[in-house]
């Protein structure tokens, strides 16, 4: 008897067959309309300083060069004063690449969080719609049947055109 209970769980279980599928969270930080509209917009907010910067760069080199070409022929203390500005310049031009990364990582990461967060959201929607029981996120392999990336994908896709053609939604 006990036999025939084990045997009708096994059937039991069977068929409630338990549904899992996986998401490339790489390939929709990659792929995503959001993500390539995150880094478009990181790319504008950035764009005046990196310019600067790059401007910096050029002064200092031709500063430098100059004081390479012309040093050796300088009065000790016109020399004493043109390196004390390359080296002020160059100071300044260090601390102020060091404070565009600090700010252009935190960006980008508050920017990835936003696009990871709406995928979440797509995800939970997908696994209530399909009666999914588990979607795994990172995984060290993944077969191509359950892998719902591109499905992710398309509803992001259509959840940001929805957005742009819709702006009154988006303040949801």
């Given at each position: 008897m006990?036999v025939?209970?084990?045997?009708m ?21 990659r792929?995503?309309?959001a ?6 917009k ?12 790059q401007?910096m ?10 004081m ?5 022929t300088?009065?000790?203390a ?12 160059d ?10 990364r ?5 960006r980008?990461?508050e ?6 967060d709406k995928a979440n ?5 997908i ?8 979607i795994v996120q990172?995984?060290v392999?993944?077969?191509?049947r359950?892998?719902i990336?591109?499905q ?9 055109t929805s957005?742009s053609?819709?702006p009154?939604s988006?303040?949801?």
């Amino acid at each position: 008897m006990s036999v025939a209970f084990g045997l009708m769980g096994v059937a039991k279980a069977q068929a409630q067959e338990t549904r899992i599928a996986a998401v490339n969270s790489d390939r929709i930080l990659r792929e995503s309309a959001a993500a390539k509209a995150a880094q478009t917009k990181l790319e504008q907010e950035f764009s005046k300083r990196d310019k600067a910067l790059q401007d910096m760069a050029a002064r200092l080199k031709t500063m430098s060069d100059a004081m390479d070409k012309n040093g050796a022929t300088m009065a000790p203390a016109d020399r004493a004063a043109k390196q004390r500005d390359l080296s002020q310049l160059d100071q300044d031009f260090q601390r102020k690449q060091r404070e565009f990364r600090e700010d252009l990582n935190q960006r980008r990461n508050e920017e990835l969080a936003a696009v990871l967060d709406k995928a979440n959201k797509v995800i939970k929607q997908i696994a209530e719609q399909q009666h999914y029981d588990l979607i795994v996120q990172e995984a060290v392999y993944v077969s191509p049947r359950i892998d719902i990336t591109d499905q992710v994908l398309k509803a992001l896709a259509a959840n940001q055109t929805s957005l742009s053609t819709n702006p009154a939604s988006s303040s949801n």
